[in-house]
Nanobody
Framework: QVQLVDSGGGSVQPGGSLRLSCTAS????????MGWFGQAPGKVREGVAA????????KFADSVQGRFTISRDMVKNTLYLQMNILKPEDTAMYFC????????????????????WGQGTQVTVSS
């Protein structure tokens, strides 16, 4: 079992930046994936960014490619999402998530791969 605690959300103007953090209660599985998912009001939860723990291979949704980066600190058991050039359409509740060992890299941005979830942190982008 893994507990995830995510934080770092807030309100920011368009063009601004935020960094989300997610701390895990145990070491990340070397063959697992970690990801960030966003859920806007009235919409389904969708993958934003993911990282394969062992190699650091990353994958991003098209809408955030080039603006967001995902990284992990294996010593601190913490996952990050650096969000730059934020747009109003990025407004959502963001959830970090982790898989059990044996994540399929080809599907690592798919919600169905994930077993453990944080409680969410709200990001609001508006002028």
């Amino acid at each position: 079992q893994v507990q995830l605690v995510d934080s770092g959300g807030g309100s920011v103007q368009p063009g601004g930046s935020l960094r989300l953090s997610c701390t895990a209660s145990r070491d990340f599985y070397s063959s697992g994936c970690m990801g960030w998912f966003g859920q806007a009001p009235g919409k389904v939860r969708e993958g934003v960014a993911a990282i394969y723990s062992g190699t650091g291979v990353t994958k991003f949704a098209d809408s955030v490619q080039g603006r967001f980066t995902i990284s992990r600190d294996m010593v601190k058991n913490t996952l990050y999402l650096q969000m730059n050039i934020l747009k109003p359409e990025d407004t959502a509740m963001y959830f970090c998530a982790a898989t059990k060992p044996g994540c399929l890299v080809a599907r690592m941005i798919s919600i169905s791969e994930y077993d453990y979830w944080g409680q969410g942190t709200q990001v609001t982008v508006s002028s």
